[in-house]
C-alpha cells in the first residue's frame, strides 16, 4: 500500500503537468503562424488561413488545453475533495488535442469539415471533463462554490456549436455569428472563467483576515452580463432593433461591474493578508487581472458598431495575445513549479532537511519569467495597433516579439525542470 501511495500522487500531479507543456508547444506554433499572418492582419483579411489557424491554436491548444488541465488540479485540490479518475483525464487530453490539431488543419488545408469534426472533437473532450468534474464533485466540501464555476461552460457549448454551424456552410444568427462565436468563446467562457475562480484561488493562495473574496455575487453579476451580452448580439441579428443594443450595453456594464467588484475585493483580501511577504508571481497574476479590466471595456467599445471593423479585430488581438495569454502563462508559472516539486518529492520532502529539495518558489526563474510575460504583452499592444491602424510594420513586429517571449517562456520552463 505504501508503495502504491506516492505512485498515484505523482500520477494526479503528472497528468496537470501533461496538458500544461503540451499547451505551451501549442502556443509556439501559434505564434510561428502569426508571423505569416502578420501582413494579412494589417490588410484587413481576416479569413487568412494562417490567421485563422493561428487564433484558433492559440484559443483551443494553447488556453483550452491548459485550462482544461488545470481544472483537473485545482478543482479537487481549492475545493477539497478527489478526482474521479486520472484515465479519463488522458482519454479527455487525446480528444482535445486531436481537436487543436484537426481545428487549424482544416484552415490551412481548406477543408472545412476538417474543421467541423475537430469541434465535436472538442465538445466530446469536454463532455469528459464534465463527466469527470461532475463525479469529482460529490467529493468537495465546497460544491455551492464549485458549482457557479461549472455555469460558465453554456458558453463554450455555444462558441463550439456555432463554430462548427460555420465550418458546415451555416450561419444561425446571419452576419453576427462569428461575432456571437469569437464573444461566446473569449469573454464569455475563458475569461469569465478566470474571473470566477481567481478568488478562490487566491485564497487557497494567500491567507487573509478578510472572509469576503469568495462570496458569488460578482459572478452571478458577470455571468449574467455576459448572457445578456450574448442575447443583445441574438437578438440584433433577428430584428436589429435599438432595443437589442441596450440589452448588450447593458450587459457590458453588467460584467464591468461585477469583474470590479472581483479586483476591489482582491485588494481588499491582499490588504488584509496575514503575511506580509506575498511571492513575486502572485503579483504578475494580479497585474494581469487588474490590467483586464481596461481591456474588456476596450473591447467592449471597440465591437460596437459605430466604429471601423479593424479595431474590433484589434480588441480581440489585445484581448488573447495581452489579457489571456498573460493571466494563463501567469497562472502556469505559479502551478507548474508545484507540480513538479510534489511529483519529484511529495509532502514528507518539506519535513525532511536531509532531502535537499530546492525551495519552491526558487525554481522558476523570476526575471526571466517576467520578461517573457513583458514582452508577450508588449506583442499584443503591437498586434492590436499594427490592426487597428493598418500597419504592417507594427504587426510584423508584434508576432516577431511574441515569438521571442514565448521562446524565453519556454526556457524559462526548462530550467525549472532541471531545477
Request: with cysteine; aromatic share 12%.
Amino acid at each position: 500500500m505504501s508503495a502504491t501511495k506516492p505512485n498515484r500522487l505523482s500520477s494526479r500531479f503528472r497528468i496537470t503537468r501533461v496538458y500544461m507543456l503540451t499547451g505551451a508547444g501549442f502556443l509556439g506554433v501559434c505564434w510561428f503562424f502569426m508571423i505569416l499572418a502578420a501582413e494579412s492582419l494589417s490588410r484587413g483579411r481576416w479569413i487568412d488561413s494562417y490567421l485563422l489557424a493561428a487564433v484558433h491554436l492559440f484559443v483551443i491548444g494553447y488556453a483550452m488545453v491548459v485550462v482544461h488541465g488545470a481544472m483537473l488540479q485545482i478543482v479537487p485540490v481549492a475545493f477539497q475533495g478527489r478526482l474521479y479518475s486520472i484515465r479519463l483525464g488522458y482519454a479527455q487530453y487525446a480528444l482535445i488535442v486531436l481537436g487543436a490539431v484537426a481545428l487549424p488543419l482544416g484552415f490551412l488545408v481548406h477543408m472545412w469539415r476538417i474543421t467541423a469534426v475537430g469541434g465535436l472533437l472538442l465538445i466530446l473532450s469536454t463532455g469528459f471533463l464534465l463527466w469527470n468534474l461532475g463525479q469529482t464533485l460529490r467529493t468537495l466540501k465546497k460544491k455551492a462554490e464549485a458549482l457557479l464555476i461549472a455555469a460558465a461552460f453554456p458558453f463554450f457549448f455555444i462558441n463550439v456549436l456555432l463554430g462548427v454551424a460555420m465550418s458546415l456552410g451555416r450561419f444561425p444568427a446571419g452576419g453576427n455569428t462569428l461575432p456571437l462565436h469569437m464573444m461566446s468563446g473569449i469573454v464569455g467562457w475563458f475569461t469569465t472563467l478566470i474571473i470566477l475562480i481567481s478568488p478562490r484561488l487566491m485564497s487557497f493562495f494567500v491567507s487573509s483576515r478578510y472572509k469576503g473574496l469568495r462570496k458569488s455575487g460578482p459572478g452571478i453579476l458577470v455571468l449574467a452580463g455576459m448572457a445578456a451580452v450574448l442575447a443583445g448580439e441574438a437578438l440584433e441579428a433577428g430584428a436589429g432593433s435599438a432595443a437589442s443594443e441596450g440589452i448588450s450595453a447593458a450587459g457590458w456594464i453588467l460584467y464591468l461591474v461585477g469583474y470590479a467588484w472581483v479586483l476591489v475585493d482582491l485588494y481588499r483580501h491582499f490588504r488584509h493578508r496575514r503575511r506580509r511577504e506575498v511571492e513575486w508571481v502572485l503579483k504578475w497574476i494580479l497585474g494581469g487581472l487588474y490590467g483586464g479590466w481596461p481591456v474588456m471595456a476596450a473591447w467592449a467599445i471597440a465591437s460596437s458598431s459605430s466604429l471601423q471593423e479593424n479595431w474590433a479585430a484589434s480588441g480581440l488581438l489585445l484581448s488573447l495575445f495581452g489579457f489571456l495569454q498573460w493571466n494563463i502563462s501567469a497562472y502556469m508559472a505559479k502551478i507548474l513549479p508545484f507540480l513538479r516539486w510534489m511529483g519529484r518529492y511529495g509532502h514528507h520532502a518539506a519535513k525532511d532537511p536531509s532531502e535537499q529539495a530546492p525551495a519552491l518558489h526558487e525554481m522558476m526563474p523570476r526575471k526571466m519569467t517576467i520578461a517573457a510575460l513583458t514582452g508577450s504583452a508588449a506583442a499584443a499592444v503591437l498586434l492590436a495597433l499594427g490592426t487597428g491602424l493598418g500597419r504592417g510594420a507594427l504587426t510584423v513586429s508584434g508576432a516577431a516579439m511574441g515569438t521571442a517571449a514565448w521562446a524565453l517562456y519556454g526556457l524559462a520552463l526548462t530550467i525549472m525542470y532541471r531545477r
